[in-house]
């Protein structure tokens, strides 16, 4: 029997967003029972196939050898990989609905978020503030950087548009430094240009399979998103051929790492 994909209603995914305040412990249980304080009818089945079982995806090895946060942060790569491929019939378009995301971080991937993200902040509204931002969808920086499981899902797929690469290569470079990573996946020009993307991308891979990991800087990668930028508001560089603007990139990094020597 086929499986698909499970989405909250948009009215339970409001009754849950406007109750956080009075739900806070639920948020730092095992077992919350979301299900005891939402409508009957609180979600639906869309007509995505789900390649596999979500299920067998959250039984799978990567989540459940988890037991704390530094289990958690060892294997985020294969997470990534897991969810995504389970959840790759999503279109990108799909996988901005605050409806999947809500679904999936309040029900299937409940253990998976709760010890990603707790313990929650002490002060009140901090802990208000984690919840809506791991547990649901706030604009596109949420969904790429904050959501627990969106963010697993929007890394992969960015990875999965770098050519010539494994997945787990491109995911393993992507997610060495946490600046690095944001400075990646949230920013546009880089996201949405492929031929931009894989040049960096092919860069920090390289950067990550050498001994020193330059490029994994933090202030180093910075310039070199400034330097790119800058041209970028003289040049549109996605209309280099893919040779040229990797060679580009290449030479931008071999400027800044001198200027540091």
């Known amino acids: 029997m086929v499986e698909r994909i499970i989405i909250l209603k948009q009215e339970s995914v409001n009754a849950l967003r406007n109750s956080i305040a009075d739900n806070i412990s639920r948020y730092e249980s095992s077992n919350p029972d979301w299900a005891s304080i939402l409508d009957t009818n609180y979600a639906r089945e869309t007509r995505v196939e789900i390649n596999g079982s979500i299920s067998d995806c959250f039984a799978s090895e990567d989540f459940q050898t988890m037991k704390n946060k530094e289990d958690i942060m060892k294997n985020e790569v294969k997470r990534c990989i897991t969810v995504y491929e389970t959840l790759k019939n999503l279109t990108p378009q799909q996988a901005t609905d605050e409806r999947v995301w809500t679904y999936l971080t309040h029900f299937t991937f409940w253990d998976y978020a709760r010890i990603r993200w707790t313990p929650l902040p002490k002060d009140h509204d901090k802990k208000i503030q984690s919840i809506k931002s791991h547990f649901f969808l706030s604009g596109v920086r949420g969904m790429v950087r904050d959501n627990s499981i ?112």
């Open 150 to 261: 969106s963010r697993l899902w929007w890394m992969a797929y960015v990875c999965d548009r770098v050519k010539n690469c494994s997945l787990e290569k491109a995911l393993n470079a992507l997610l060495y430094m946490e600046d690095v990573r944001k400075e990646i996946m949230e920013r546009a020009t880089f996201c949405r240009s492929e031929p931009i993307l894989n040049a960096l991308m092919k860069a920090l891979v390289k950067s990550h399979e050498s001994t020193d990991k330059k490029l994994h800087d933090r202030e180093t990668f910075r310039q070199l998103s400034k330097q790119l930028n800058r041209i970028g508001g003289k040049l549109v560089l996605d209309s280099l051929k893919q040779t040229n603007l990797d060679t580009l990139v290449e030479s931008i990094i071999k400027d800044i790492l001198a200027e540091k020597e």
